[in-house]
Nanobody
Framework: QVQLVESGGGSVQAGGSLRLSCAAP????????MGWYRQAPGKQRELVAI???????NYADSVKDRFTISRDNAKNTVFLQMNSLKPEDTAVYYC?????????????WGQGTQVTVSS
């Protein structure tokens, strides 16, 4: 089982910033999409941002122009820079990594990191 290690969550006041990191084992190869999802209490898990292996980006409308996703392929790490945070950004954030080996797809999730934004 591939273990993803997340870090960077915490508590911040509205308007503040946080940077999340998620690292996959260095010996994992053929990683395709890397992304971040979040789940607020009582709500379904939702996409926050994705970056493909070609560098294409996709953001939820609610975080566009505030959040920036990036990746370091040499370190199998994905980042989420979150600026201008709002109370509605409060959630548990999960990183996700997808990889394909031949015809088989693999989907890995981080353990989740809490982000709390106070007004």
């Amino acid at each position: 089982q591939v273990q993803l290690v997340e870090s960077g969550g915490g508590s911040v006041q509205a308007g503040g910033s946080l940077r999340l990191s998620c690292a996959a084992p260095r010996n994992i190869f053929s990683i395709d999409d890397m992304g971040w999802y979040r789940q607020a209490p009582g709500k379904q898990r939702e996409l926050v941002a994705i970056i493909t292996s070609e560098g294409r980006l996709n953001y939820a409308d609610s975080v566009k122009d505030r959040f920036t996703i990036s990746r370091d392929n040499a370190k199998n790490t994905v980042f989420l820079q979150m600026n201008s945070l709002k109370p509605e950004d409060t959630a548990v954030y999960y990183c996700n990594i997808k990889r394909h080996l031949g015809s088989t797809s693999y989907d890995y999730w981080g353990q989740g990191t809490q982000v709390t934004v106070s007004s």
